[in-house]
């Protein structure tokens, strides 16, 4: 079973970081790609970025370039989003996601087969 579990979000004035959490296992990271969606009030849920299972490709969203570094940790079984120079609109629930099982391609964050809760990031002064 894939189970995925964010933490990490909180409020955070314009201009600063937060650092993103999914906590998953082996099994999940080993078959599956990963990949950090959002969604803000009223809007639909974007891909924000993703990492592919094999040669670990990454995707960004244009709007977060730059700014948002996704990355994952094996031994700890943890995939991480680091957010930097946040803004107002990177106000959102985060989403975890795993896609697959055995996923072989470059993962642009279409979509996700299972999904964590999320944690609520809010960029606000």
């Known amino acids: 079973q894939v189970q995925l579990v964010e933490s990490g ?3 955070v004035q314009p201009g600063g970081s937060l650092r993103l959490s999914c906590a998953t296992s082996a099994s999940t990271l080993a ?3 990963i990949g950090w969606f959002r969604q803000a009030p009223g809007k639909e849920r974007e891909g924000v970025s993703c990492i592919s299972r094999v040669n670990e490709f990454t995707y960004y969203a244009n709007s977060v370039k730059g700014r948002f570094t ?5 031994a700890k079984n943890m995939v991480y989003l680091q957010m ?7 106000t959102a629930v985060y989403y975890c996601a ?9 993962y642009y964050c279409a979509g996700g087969d299972y ?5 609520l990031v809010t960029v606000s002064s």
């Open 84 to 90: 930097n120079s946040l803004k107002p609109e990177d």
């Open 9 to 11: 979000g909180g409020l």
């Open 98 to 106: 795993a896609r697959g099982p055995f996923y072989s391609g470059n």
């Open 31 to 33: 078959n599956y790609a």
């Open 115 to 119: 999904w964590g809760k999320g944690t």
């Open 70 to 74: 996704i990355s994952r940790d094996k």
